[in-house]
Nanobody, 120 residues
């Protein structure tokens, strides 16, 4: 009964911007964004609590990415600015009720992922 759907990925040149969206059905969760590049482990990017009052970011994206949510639309966003080639990965939206926000194992629900490719 829980469904998460990401959108907004694509190809962009270094220094450009993208805005990812994730629509979540079922209920309002604490939400997170993770990413995974080929041959690498899943990596925490950003998290936001159910009300949007608390936000956390990985050091690698702090100051460049912004997470937000619109609960009226059941949607969480990830605004990505000043993109770098090392940001290239599949980005996943995830939801959880409680746990350590930066650990993927704490999340119960996952979207299908959206590809972000940043060219030099």
């Amino acid at each position: 009964q829980v469904q998460l759907v990401e959108s907004g990925g694509g190809l962009v040149q270094a220094g450009g911007s993208l805005r990812l969206s994730c629509t979540a059905s079922g209920r309002t969760f604490n939400m997170g964004w993770f990413r995974q590049a080929p041959g690498k482990e899943r990596e925490f990017v950003a998290a936001i609590n159910w009300s949007g009052s608390a936000k956390n970011y990985a050091d690698s994206v702090k100051g460049r990415f912004t997470i937000s949510r619109d609960n009226a639309k059941s949607t969480v966003f990830l605004q990505m600015n000043s993109l770098k080639p090392e940001d290239t990965a599949v980005y996943y939206c995830a939801g959880h009720l409680s746990g350590t926000y930066y650990l993927a194992e704490a999340y119960h629900y996952w979207g299908q992922g959206t590809q972000v490719t940043v060219s030099s």
